[in-house]
Structures are given as C-alpha cells and as structure tokens.
C-alpha cells in the first residue's frame, strides 16, 4: 500500500487535534502535486501571491468536468445563484459592493460597532447561566449561541427559526470537507442545501417587502444606490452566504480562544488585567488557531509559475492558509502565542478581493466573548486536552469545550477579579 502524502495526513480526522507539524512537513516544498491533479500550496508568500493573481478563480464553473455543479438541484426548488464568494470580477465586485452598502462603512458605519451593546447582553445572559453550574461545554452553552444570534440579527430572522438554520447550515459545511466526496458531488449537495435555504428567506424576503425593517435584508430591498436594487436571487444567495459564512468559524474561533487562553494561564491573567489586550490577542489567533485552516475552492485559469512550480490552468489549489500563519519566513517564532503581536498580517480572514466580508462582526464577537468568558469564569480548566474534534479539516474546531471552574463572577463585579489555575486534566 502506498504511503499517505502529507495532505492527505492533514484531511484525516486522526490529525484534526494537531495538524500544525504536518504544516511544517508541508512547508518544506511550497507547492506540491496530490494524484489527482490539486496543487497544494503551503508557504505565506506563494499563498499571499495566489490570493492576489487574477489568474486564479473562486467560480466553480472554471474547474473541468465540474458543470454539473451548476445545474439545477432535483428537488423542485428554484435555483439560487451563485453568491458572491463563488463570483470573480466584475461579478464578484459588483455584488459585494451591493451588499456591503447595509453591513458597513461608508453607507452604514454604525451597524456593527451598534450591535457591541447587543453583543454584551447576549453574552452576559449566556454566563450567567453558567454559575447554576461547575461545568459548561463552551461550544453549545457559549460560542455556538452567540454568532448564531448575531447572524439572525443581522438578518432580522426570528430567534425561533435558529434550529433550522443549525441544520442547513451543518449541512452546507460538510460539503466543504474534501473528505466527504468529490468536488463536483459536494457542489451539488451544496446546490441543493442552499435552494432549501433559499425558500426560507424567500418567504422573509416577502414580510420585509410588505413591512421593512433595520435589518440587512431590508437594507438590500429598499437600497437606491448605484448598481442597486439587487436582484431577488442575489439577495437570497447572499442572505444564505452571509448566515454560513458567519456561524461555524465564529464559533471555532471563540472555542479556539477560550482553550488557547486555558492552555496559556498567564494570557488569561493578563486579559484579565488589561483587556485592552484583547484586540491583538484575537488577531493573534487568527493566525494561530484559525478557523479557516485552508481554502479548495479556488482554480487556475492559466498556467502559472510560482514556487519553483508550473501549475497548469484548470488545476484545483489547496491553499494552506493555517501553515502559512506558522511560516517562519514570514512571522517570527511563529509557533508560538504571542497576544500583544504587532507584525500580524495573517491569512485568517483571507486576503485578497474575498477577504471575509464579515471581519468586522466576527472580531467584535469574540473581543466581547473572550473579554467576558476571562473575566467572569474563576479558575476555568480543561477538563479534557486535546478536546473532540469535528472531522472537517476546512473549517476546524472542537466538537466540545468541556471546562469546569471554581464560581461566577457576578455581571456586575470589576474586571480583575476573577482568579485562573489554568490546564488540568
Ligand atoms: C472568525 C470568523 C470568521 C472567519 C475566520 C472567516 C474567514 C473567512 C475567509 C477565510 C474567507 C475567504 C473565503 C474564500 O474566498 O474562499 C471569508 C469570506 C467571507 N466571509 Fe468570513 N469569516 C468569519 C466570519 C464571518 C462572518 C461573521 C460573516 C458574516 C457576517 C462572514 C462573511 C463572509 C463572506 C460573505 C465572505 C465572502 C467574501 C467574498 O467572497 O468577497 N464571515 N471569511
């Protein structure tokens, strides 16, 4: 039997709790060819560059043999359109534009840095369930909870419909996981997720039409900019885009925070201190634990010389987002946490015309939730270590954050007192 290469060891499960020195292997030839055809790219500047070559495509429809992926889904729903993170320009350009005038600056400035308040009660609720107890799952009790309600509140999707949205939204995840099948078949099963997903916020759509409201949804219907309204499909697919790209890597980040924090007691502490510091701190896992570990979505539409390699046009890329954040090229002592690190431009977000739109939302989360969880949680310790871990190699991130802790500090209570005793277990 032939021996595994190093990336297919990285897409197997049994490496999901430490993939990092199967990064460092990777490293050591930049771009390297899998069997069947997909360039794997491991280095931040050979990475960094293929984020900015407009040589290469987000848009499925340039991999070969993969037009099936495009064809209608067989369950009698409408198609959806490709959103805008499957889009190259001018496409791309033109739909993210749209829908950035209701999320951000300029158009709308305060609509994130509005929600901090929100962001804190919600937060605030979720801990103070934590003292009925001496144990929580960070995952379901905390980190699952809070990007879930600020994706719906955003949306202006009633808090009750959050179950289903669990469900779509596992579903469209998993079809992201190179693992669970061939491109073209995971797709397909995407294709057909997102048409279930897009008959529900049709029917959103239809209440916001007759009544709107502050929400983004809204936003998009009643815009009158330039290039604007967009089309029905659009809003659909990026009303889809939007609630699975900001739910899963949320979540990990925030679990990747709390078991970062636990496993570096003195961080915890100086947190605690100074919560000033979270702001690096939490781009400092970006780069560390990121979420996001690698990206296959992405295809040559040229041939393309980079890293002592020719990679032919129509070539599928693995870009190795989470072994370039650990090159020693680019950052220094890169394997170690480093909170107050400045010389920090990470691959976490991407980078490039689809850099993660939601960056603003997803860092404002985790400062409010790993501020609070520092503050309030006295003495929290793993209670297993590793953790679980869900098998996706894309998108990574415990299953469940099983931590155990000596009390509450009440909401109220100054940020300081709260003591820690770190790992054990
Ligand atoms: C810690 C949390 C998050 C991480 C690590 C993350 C990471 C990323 C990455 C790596 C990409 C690039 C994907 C690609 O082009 O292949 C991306 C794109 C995107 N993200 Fe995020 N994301 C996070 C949270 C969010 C949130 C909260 C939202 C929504 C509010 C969001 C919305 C998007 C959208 C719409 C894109 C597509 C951008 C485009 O194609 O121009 N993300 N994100």
């Not at 039997?1 to 490496?15: E, G, K, N, R």
């Not at 397909?188 to 279930?196: M, S």
């Not at 520092?374 to 679980?388: F, G, S």
Request: hydrophobic share 35%; glycine share 8%; aromatic share 6%.
């Amino acid at each position: 039997m032939t021996q595994p290469s190093i990336y297919q060891q990285v897409l197997d499960p049994a490496h999901r709790a430490n993939p990092y020195p199967l990064y460092a292997e990777l490293r050591k030839t930049p771009v390297t060819r899998e069997d069947d055809g997909t360039y794997v790219v491991s280095t931040y500047k050979e990475i960094f560059a293929l984020l900015h070559d407009p040589r290469v495509s987000s848009d499925p429809r340039n991999r070969p043999g993969v037009s099936g992926a495009t064809a209608a889904p067989d369950q009698g729903q409408p198609e959806l359109p490709l959103s805008f993170i499957n889009h190259d320009p001018p496409d791309h350009d033109r739909l993210r534009e749209l829908a950035m005038r209701p999320f951000g600056p300029p158009c709308t400035p305060g609509r994130i840095d509005g929600m901090r308040p929100w962001l804190a009660d919600i937060t605030t609720g979720l801990i103070d369930k934590f003292a009925d107890h001496s144990r929580a799952d960070i995952v379901e009790d905390f980190a699952y909870p809070l990007p879930v309600a600020a994706i719906c509140e955003l949306l202006g999707v009633p808090l009750e419909d959050q179950p289903r949205f669990h469900q779509w939204a596992d579903a469209l995840i998993e079809t992201l996981d190179p693992a669970t099948g061939p491109f073209e078949q995971r797709m397909r099963r995407a294709r057909e997720v997102q048409a279930e997903l897009g008959q529900y916020f049709s029917h959103l759509l239809d209440s916001r039409a007759r009544q709107p409201g502050d929400d983004l949804i809204s936003g998009l219907l009643t815009d009158h900019g330039p290039h604007a309204p967009m089309s029905r499909g659009d809003i659909l697919a990026t009303a889809s885009l939007l609630l699975v790209a900001g739910h899963e890597t949320t979540v990990n980040l925030i679990t990747n925070g709390m078991l970062t924090l636990i496993r570096h007691p003195r961080v915890l502490d100086r947190l605690n201190h100074h919560p000033g510091l979270v702001i690096t701190l939490v781009e400092e896992l970006l780069r560390y634990e990121p979420p996001v570990q690698m990206r296959t979505n992405r295809t040559t539409v040229a041939d393309i010389n980079i890293g002592g390699t020719t990679i032919p046009k129509g070539s599928p890329l693995a870009l190795m987002l989470a072994a370039g954040n650990r090159d020693p090229g680019r950052f220094a002592d890169p394997d170690s946490f480093d909170p107050g690190r400045t010389d920090n431009a990470h691959l976490g977000f991407l980078g490039g015309i689809h850099y993660c739109f939601g960056a603003p939302l997803a860092r404002t989360e985790t400062q409010v939730a790993l501020s609070e969880l520092a503050r309030r949680l006295v003495n929290p310790w793993l209670v297993a270590d590793p953790p679980p871990y869900r098998p996706n190699p894309e998108l990574r991130g415990p299953r469940h954050l099983l931590v155990e802790y000596d009390a509450v500090v009440p909401a109220k209570q100054k940020a300081g007192q709260a003591a820690f005793r770190g790992t054990a277990g």
